[in-house]
Nanobody, 124 residues
Framework: QVQLVESGGGLVQAGGSLRLSCAAS????????MGWFRQAPGKEREFVAR????????SYSDSVKGRFTISKDNAKNTAYLQMNSLKPEDTAVYYC?????????????????WGQGTQVTVSS
């Protein structure tokens, strides 16, 4: 059974930091790109960051660029999202997902696997 399990969410004050983790299991994700998305109440799920299989290529939404960093450790089958300088508008459920390639990762419909999400709440 393929699983992506997020962890690391929580409540933090504005300006603080959190690191989210996404542990993959159940199959090999060789060649897969990983993405982080978020969904706030009443809003659509939105792209946050993506990373290619080797970890050498990344991209970010404008709203998090310079504050968030995506990374991965293939030996541990785990992807990370380091979030610094958090703002109240970053409050959302954060999801990790896996797409079969970095080019496929540009379209949310191409993500084959999704985690269950982890809540991030930033207080002002």
């Amino acid at each position: 059974q393929v699983q992506l399990v997020e962890s690391g969410g929580g409540l933090v004050q504005a300006g603080g930091s959190l690191r989210l983790s996404c542990a993959a299991s159940g199959r090999t994700f060789s060649g897969y790109a990983m993405g982080w998305f978020r969904q706030a109440p009443g809003k659509e799920r939105e792209f946050v960051a993506r990373i290619n299989w080797t970890g050498g290529i990344t991209s970010y939404s404008d709203s998090v660029k310079g504050r968030f960093t995506i990374s991965k450790d293939n030996a541990k089958n785990t992807a990370y999202l380091q979030m610094n300088s958090l703002k109240p508008e970053d409050t959302a459920v954060y999801y990790c997902a896996a797409a079969p390639s970095y080019s496929a990762a540009y379209n949310i419909r191409n993500y084959d696997y999704w985690g269950q999400g982890t809540q991030v709440t930033v207080s002002s």
